[in-house]
């Protein structure tokens, strides 16, 4: 083993990776996030997403969400009617598959995830209007968003030109 620092990770020659959080060297991060008035009944927006290169793989490791009533109120965490998701490839994941409250709220320390985007990968993070109605009187969600963060890197498996591989 090769030393980079004591301060610093170590590394294995030829894989890359540091010898204390198995992350490859090379990984950088993704941030993406977007805000938009509520779409009407029967409509999804996507709110966030991100696509992996070819050859790249990553990790989704956080996600928050926003409502304008949830910036006025940190209790309103309710969605009744508004279902959000978690979609890599256009699929629904496991147990984000469809939930109707505020989980990780923008602005928070988000609960940390650690969700493996195989190669390729997009990841989209969407909010679907199922028939999303207020109590009479009550404020009315009018403005969503969604974030998603994690990191990529380039899947050595395929091989490295310039460590004579494909």
């Not at 992996?52 to 490791?61: H, K, N, Q, S």
């Not at 890197?153 to 460590?163: E, F, I, M, T």
Request: net charge negative; proline share 7%; hydrophobic share 40%.
């Amino acid at each position: 083993m090769q030393h980079v620092s004591s301060d610093f990770a170590e590394f294995k020659s030829g894989q890359d990776l540091c010898a204390r959080c198995g992350t490859s060297l090379d990984s950088q991060y993704f941030d993406e996030s977007g805000i938009t008035a509520l779409p009407p009944p029967g409509r999804e927006v996507v709110l966030a997403r991100f696509e992996l290169g070819p050859r790249y793989c990553g990790v989704l490791e956080y996600f928050s969400q926003f409502t304008n009533l949830l910036a006025s109120n940190p209790a309103a965490i309710e969605t009744d009617g508004l279902d959000w998701a978690i979609l890599p490839n256009g699929t629904p994941l496991a147990p984000y598959l469809r939930f109707d409250r505020i989980l990780n709220p923008w602005g928070f320390g988000s609960f940390q995830v650690a969700v493996r985007l195989e190669e390729s990968a997009t990841i989209e993070f969407v909010a679907r209007n199922r028939a999303y109605a207020p109590a009479p009187g009550a404020p009315a969600i009018e403005r969503i968003g969604g974030r998603i963060v994690g990191r990529y890197w380039y899947d050595g498996a395929y091989g490295d030109v310039a460590r004579g591989g494909i």
